[in-house]
């Protein structure tokens, strides 16, 4: 007598792919919502960087943020949400904000963003 040899099929059902699918669509969304916020983070840091190159009062330092702001696209703060303190004769700059992503109805996401160009915790602010 031969011995059959049961081969068990093995692999993802329909359901299985459908849920996969779902799940990868939405993490897919979520980061097209998401993407727009941290390049307009990465551009406020590269425009306090140039601030803080050309100016060396605080009127200067905003102004010239707010000028990098308009070329950028920054809508989310302004020079003067700005925090501009002073450590020896280093200028430090350094901000927060919050972004709110509306998902889906009453669900939304908060995203908290903060930078800075200090070196150290100790500084003392610019009057």
Do not use: C, H
Not at 5 to 33: F, H, P, W, Y
Not at 70 to 83: A, N, P, Q, S
Request: no cysteine; aromatic share 4%; net charge positive.
């Amino acid at each position: 007598m031969k011995s059959r040899l049961i081969i068990k099929q093995s692999g993802v059902s329909l359901l299985g792919l459908i849920l996969v699918l779902a799940m990868l669509g939405l993490l897919g969304v979520l980061a097209l919502k998401i993407a727009p916020t941290v390049t307009e983070f990465m551009s406020i840091k590269k425009a306090i960087e140039t601030a803080r190159a050309s100016g060396t009062t605080v009127r200067e330092i905003q102004i010239s943020f707010d000028k990098q702001a308009e070329v950028g696209y920054i809508t989310t703060i302004t020079g003067k949400d700005l925090e501009i303190t002073r450590n020896g004769n280093d200028v430090e700059i350094s901000f927060a904000y919050q972004k709110k992503i509306p998902l889906v109805g009453p669900a939304s996401l908060l995203l908290e963003y903060a930078g800075t160009t200090a070196k150290s915790s100790a500084s003392k602010t610019i009057e």
